[in-house]
């Protein structure tokens, strides 16, 4: 018998039907012997119908009361699931955040979990109840709602997973696990049986947004291992867990590729002390936020510097840049904002090398001219013209062994 947190995103629950069909997958979880923690989402459109009520009467809704309104959508999902869990014929119960002392701190909109009391869903659980619990929020010391920021549901759920030692956290969403890259872009893509933690989280924050990425990296701090996969079709998903439980290593996991990028260029900058400063230093002021660095040093004393930014704030990156430009005296600013970053991502590469070189090779095969690199432990990063961008993923994809077989 295995305790199991499962998760069930907007979309899941979206109509009553979609609810329906939920109770029955999570009944046929219980038929098999596991005890099972439902976590639900808001109706999907719920949270935005909500937040767009609240903004027709302040521009910037009081933030106490802006969760006590966000909070009832996920009140509406549980209350519907217990009852067509009671309309099987079987027992549950319903809690909001607060209910199951799902105590966060005060910082409403954005709250951060502080812990979670499990003994209520222990003995519910013993009776054989169903639990199932509001996602996305928790209430504060003094009793105040709280909500835990956009997508924070799959951030209750582990939240709930550790607090209870669960055997597993599974997320059920849309689609039906992680794949090797994005397969609108490359049809060959397959779907990971497991990832570590640290590969998502490269992968998610390189853009395959399939989970909150706080939710990862929560689970992988108390070692719960969490699971994506589908709530519309059956399948064993992607298992995201600790690496030294994985069974068989690929080199690469996966290719990961952002399209909001923006490269920045300054050139023949007189080359001292505190230019990077000078430099970046307006930049961070401005809340730009930079992702890539190089610089290179001329022969002439003067240096090249290029940093890459979010393509939102290219231009005004670049007005800032131009001005800097003008007060070092360097020969001129200028950006691209038709480029993308590619990354392949594994911890295979810390015991394997020449992966860059065959990246790179792969590449120049096809004329692909590489603008920057950058590399961790188990990524390595290039920033290619954007019109390459579909050519590259697909070519690096099956040169790794990615292609479904
Ligand atoms: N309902 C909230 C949102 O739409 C939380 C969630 O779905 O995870 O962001
Ligand atoms: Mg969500």
């Given at each position: 018998m295995a305790l199991l947190v499962q998760k069930y995103g907007g979309t899941s629950v979206g109509t009553v039907e979609r609810i329906e069909s939920v109770a029955d997958k999570v009944i046929r979880s219980v038929e098999q012997g596991n005890q099972v923690v439902v976590v639900v989402s808001a109706m999907s459109g719920e949270t935005n119908r909500l937040l767009t009520l609240a903004k027709e009467i302040s521009?910037?809704?009081?933030e106490r009361e802006l969760d006590v309104l966000l909070s009832t959508g996920e009140q509406v999902t549980i209350a519907l699931l217990s009852m067509a869990f009671h309309q099987r014929g079987y027992h549950a119960r319903s809690y909001t955040g607060s209910q199951v002392s799902i105590v966060t701190d005060s910082a409403h909109n954005k709250a951060r979990i502080r812990s979670v009391a499990d003994e209520k869903i222990h003995r519910d659980l013993a009776k054989n109840r169903i639990v199932v619990v509001a996602g996305f929020q928790g209430s504060d010391e003094e009793g105040n709602i709280t909500t835990l920021g956009r997508g924070g549901s799959d951030t209750s759920a582990v939240a709930l997973a550790v607090a209870l030692g669960a055997d597993e956290c599974q997320i059920f969403t849309d689609v039906d696990g992680v794949y090797t890259t994005d397969p609108r872009v490359v049809p060959q893509a397959r779907r990971l049986d497991q990832i570590t933690f640290d590969e998502m989280l490269e992968m998610a924050s390189l853009g395959s947004k399939v989970l909150q990425i706080r939710a990862v990296e929560f689970a992988g701090k108390y070692r719960v291992p969490l699971r994506v996969l589908s709530s519309f079709s059956e399948g064993g998903g992607t298992l995201i867990t600790y690496e030294d439980s994985m069974m068989e290593q690929a080199v690469i996991s996966g290719i990961a590729f952002n399209r909001d990028e923006a490269q920045l260029t300054i050139t023949g900058v007189p080359d001292k002390p505190g230019v990077a400063h000078q430099i970046l230093g307006p930049i961070s002021e401005a809340n730009i936020e930079v992702d890539m660095i190089v610089q290179n040093v001329a022969p002439d004393q003067t240096t090249d510097f290029t940093f890459t930014v979010n393509r939102n704030d290219y231009e005004r990156g670049l007005e800032i840049l131009t001005q800097i430009a003008e007060e070092l005296g360097a020969e001129a600013a200028s950006g691209d904002a038709e480029i993308v970053k590619v990354s392949l991502v594994g911890v295979g590469m810390r015991s394997h090398a020449g992966i860059a070189s065959k990246m790179f090779q792969t590449l120049a095969s096809e004329s692909i001219n590489i603008r920057m690199i950058s590399t961790s432990e188990i990524k390595i990063s290039v920033v290619i013209d954007e019109k390459y961008l579909e050519l590259g993923v697909r070519m690096l994809h099956s040169s790794f062994g990615l292609d479904r077989l």
């Open positions: 521009k910037r809704p009081n």
